[in-house]
T-cell receptor, first 117, second 117 residues
């Protein structure tokens, strides 16, 4: 059973460009979570999604950031008009549908390192 | 709001020796999980050990064990017989076990562990 997949592993963008980060959850998992790790910091929760639904986006910056988890395909974290402060590692985690969203069964992907020049 | 504090930015240990990493947390919840994650240079987040707050017995996983002091809100990680492969950043994390935010992990800032041969 493949783990959580994220791509690309490294992404370089210039200021003002768009960044698209992809996350494929583990097979059978229906809950997806995105976390951001700024330099010298721990991970911080951004958003929790189920298929076709955003359940909690309380950790997302109000502007430029959006997330989706379509019926088919990976979850996408989209950052428009990137700025240098968006440089960070972005981690996706997934958990299975049984017993609802959980932290004790969250499996993390390898992360995407975004660098904004 | 829940907070997690790791007061040791860096620690070092000699190979085969024992080291203890500290973590304190603040919460008004009575039912919650505590976790230790390991992040090696590959940046993959790896779950090391998990503790349910309602369990009085301290969790153990091979060479890794915790000292969970609920009243003091302390959750330290002990690594016995340290190995070179244990070198990594270690994050302490908290989540509520029920309620509206039981899917959010709150992380500390991490402790960088160096293992000396």
């Amino acid at each position: 059973n493949a783990g959580v997949m994220q791509n690309p592993r490294h992404l370089v963008r210039r200021r003002g460009q768009e960044a698209r980060l992809r996350c494929s959850p583990m097979k059978g998992h229906s809950h997806v979570y995105w976390y951001r790790q700024l330099p010298e910091e721990g991970l911080k929760f951004m958003v929790y999604l189920q298929k076709e639904n955003i359940i909690d986006e309380s950790g997302m910056p109000k502007e430029r950031f959006s997330a989706e988890f379509p019926k088919e395909g990976p979850s996408i974290l989209r950052i428009q008009q990137v700025v240098r402060g968006d440089s960070a590692a972005y981690f996706c985690a997934s958990s299975p549908p049984r017993a609802g969203p959980r932290t004790d069964t969250q499996y993390f992907g390898p992360g995407t390192r975004l660098t904004v020049l | 709001a829940q907070t997690v504090t790791q007061s040791q930015p860096e620690m070092s240990v000699q190979e085969a020796e024992t080291v203890t990493l500290s973590c304190t947390y603040d919460t008004s919840e009575s039912d919650y999980y505590l976790f230790w994650y390991k992040q090696p240079p590959s940046r993959q987040m790896i779950l090391v050990i998990r503790q349910e707050a309602y369990k009085q017995q301290n969790a153990t996983e091979n060479r890794f064990s915790v000292n969970f002091q609920k009243a003091a809100k302390s959750f330290s990680l002990k690594i016995s017989d340290s190995q070179l492969g244990d070198a990594a950043m270690y994050f302490c994390a908290y989540s509520a076990r029920s309620g509206g935010s039981n899917y959010k992990l709150t992380f500390g800032k991490g402790t960088l562990l160096t293992v000396n041969p």
